[in-house]
């Protein structure tokens, strides 16, 4: 048989027989969830599903006055869909590459950009960096989630986890900037001259700073930017 014939390539492709979770990866780029009830994704994130599944957007008050007047503030993406029923769902986001994270009673603060889904029973608030507005793309909307279950984000290319420790801050660009551990509260360093308003600085012109003990995610692209 050629290695390039359709039933190769369906073989190749086809989806798993069986999931290892009720979150699976399919892919490195497509996540496929065992939807027994209801979990949250982010809007528009859906590409197939069997089953009985019925999608609602995100009511205004869906979770409480604060939070609308939080994500109304913002202005920004991040909006969520709620996913209800039985079935295999299948989700992505652009391509980028999804992981998938089990959270037991731990915190994450996740870029709004860069969640693609959570479990029901998670809790979370919306967390918003009035400094940065105006300064970055993508820099002001991050959700914290925080209890146990799990937790799918993704990133351009493989992600990078950097070590926060005691006395050995990590910076980072803003929009390459993914995920960090939901206790950390980064702070914000600019470095604008005269030479970056030139069109002469390094591009680094603003930076989140973390300090304490906890990690770091960023993804060797910029949020925002062209992935060609």
């Known amino acids: 048989m050629s290695d390039y014939s359709i039933n190769e390539f369906i073989q190749k492709t086809r989806q798993k027989e069986v999931l290892k979770d009720d979150f ?35 009511g205004v008050l869906e979770h409480g006055v604060g939070r609308m007047m939080k994500k109304s503030f913002t202005g920004e993406g991040g909006e969520l869909m709620k996913a209800t029923g039985r079935g295999s769902l299948f989700l992505a986001d652009n391509g980028k590459k999804i992981t998938i994270l089990d959270l037991n ?66 910076l980072t660009d803003p929009a390459a900037t993914v995920a960090w551990s939901g206790h950390l509260e980064p702070e914000f360093r600019t470095d604008i001259t005269y030479k970056t ?16 003990d906890g990690f770091v995610i960023v993804q060797p692209c910029f949020e925002g930017l062209s992935k060609e």
């Open 24 to 58: 699976d990866l399919e892919t490195d780029r497509i996540l496929e969830i065992n939807l027994k009830g209801e979990i949250w994704a982010k809007l528009n994130s859906m590409i197939s599903y069997t089953g009985e599944i019925k999608f609602e957007r995100e």
């Open 105 to 170: 009673n731990e915190t994450i603060t996740v870029n709004g950009n860069d969640l693609l889904s959570f479990e029901n029973g998670i809790d979370w608030d919306i967390q918003m960096m009035r400094k940065m507005a105006g300064m970055v793309s993508g820099g002001l909307f991050n959700i914290t989630l925080e209890g146990r279950g799990k937790v799918a984000i993704t990133s351009y290319y493989e992600p990078l986890t950097l070590v926060v420790e005691p006395g050995k801050p990590v």
């Open 197 to 212: 308003f030139l069109g002469r600085g390094s591009g680094e012109s603003i930076q989140m700073e973390f300090k304490g």
